[in-house]
């Protein structure tokens, strides 16, 4: 039985079992790396030394613990993913990304603050948390290469405690639910990057664990693979099985298009947690509308529409292009972010204009990304070090 949370996390008692209401909870979160003196270590006599290795004695000097200044990789991280969402992590390299996803399975240990996992602590109870998490890394396949995808995939059931026909049905209906049935008995060494990533896929849900985490999913796969992948996350996973997604990347297009809400790291710490949506217009103050028109002399009905676009409420300018000809071709309208549009295409129509287009310019996440963190996804944090993006 999981330990009862403290009060700030949420969720409820259900006879001996207490029910979260997330799939993850992290309430002041803190990791901290111990930063040794550059140039010397304490040696075994506990005088200073030089990091040089110059005997055995010196290498045993060089595992001893330092003690020193300390990073905080984390800094009272507080997030809530809920169940059944898809959830990315953001962060420039060094943010804080891989160590909270450490944490979470179980391979790091926290030194602040609570963390839960469908109720369980990774402290305290790592057998439950991994029963309740799987973690999809692409840099550590470990697949024989020798062995068919299915061989791989009975190897792994064996390991996870899954024998003789569940262990069939389970990887004949996961080689199904990944397209891999043609395939399944070809060497892994056959395999393309796409589907290798779907034979890890297949791993990852033997056990069938209700929370999947996925650290950059369609990294090195080419576009149509890449878009396959993602199908995948959000039609069968997502929808289908129910599973909450938790994944990290860099791909900024990539966490716009496949997550509810997102949480942007730097520093150690969340400046942002929200829908795509909402996060793209925390940094930016107006919108752009930009309406095409078949083409028309400009003269007073024109002059007196652009008047009344002028006064509509949540307009603050409006520029007409015209061509060589003294054409009306387009108006630029710049608007505030919240303006309500419907005004303003009500004064477009009445006018009598023969519009051709009408375009919203919206500021992209990656424009928020930059605005807030002052760096692109994929710039290395100077002076970060906590073991990973």
Not at 163 to 188: P, V
Not at 370 to 384: D, E, F, Y
Request: overall charge neutral; aromatic content about 8%; glycine content about 12%.
């Amino acid at each position: 039985m999981p330990p009862m949370p403290a009060l700030k996390a949420e969720g409820a008692w259900l006879g001996a079992c207490y029910i979260m209401a997330y799939a993850v909870e992290t309430v002041g979160l803190v990791k901290r790396y111990a930063v040794a003196p550059s140039g010397t270590f304490i040696g075994l006599d506990g005088r200073p030394k030089s990091r040089s290795v110059q005997s055995f004695t010196g290498i045993f000097g060089l595992f001893k613990k330092q003690h020193g200044p300390y990073i905080e990789a984390l800094k009272g991280v507080d997030l809530k993913i809920k169940k059944g969402e898809i959830f990315g992590i953001l962060g420039p390299n060094g943010a804080g990304k891989t160590t909270f996803i450490k944490i979470l399975c179980t391979l790091v240990l926290r030194d602040g603050g609570e963390v839960y996992v469908n109720g369980y602590d990774p402290s305290e109870s790592p057998s439950d948390v991994l029963r309740n998490l799987q973690a999809v890394l692409p840099e550590s396949r470990g697949f024989n290469w020798r062995l068919s995808g299915r061989q791989n995939l009975e190897f792994y059931a064996l390991l996870y405690g899954l024998h003789g026909d569940d262990a069939r049905a389970r990887i004949g209906y996961l080689l199904d639910y990944t397209g891999l049935r043609e395939r399944a008995d070809d060497c892994y060494q056959k395999y393309s990057t796409g589907m290798q990533r779907r034979l890890l896929l297949c791993r990852a849900l033997i056990r069938d664990t209700p929370i999947i985490v996925f650290d950059e999913p369609t990294a090195g796969l080419d576009p149509t693979g890449a878009v396959e992948f993602r199908d995948l996350l959000i039609d069968r996973l997502s929808r289908r099985e129910g599973k909450t997604i938790l994944l990290s990347t860099h791909n900024l297009q990539e966490a716009q298009g496949l997550c509810d809400r997102i949480a942007i790291l730097d520093h150690g710490g969340v400046i942002a947690c929200d829908t795509p949506d909402n996060i793209r217009h925390l940094v930016t103050e107006k919108r752009t509308m930009r309406v095409v028109f078949s083409g028309m002399v400009y003269g007073p009905i024109q002059d007196r529409l652009i008047s009344a676009l002028k006064e509509a409420p949540g307009v603050n300018s409006v520029s007409p292009t015209f061509d060589q000809e003294g054409i009306l071709t387009a108006l630029t309208i710049r608007l505030d972010k919240d303006a309500d549009i419907s005004g303003v295409l009500s004064i477009l129509t009445d006018g009598g204009l023969s519009i051709k287009s009408v375009n919203m310019d919206e500021p992209s996440l990656e424009d928020a990304f930059m605005a807030m963190t002052g760096r692109g996804a994929s710039n290395q944090g100077a002076g970060r070090a906590e073991g990973g993006a």
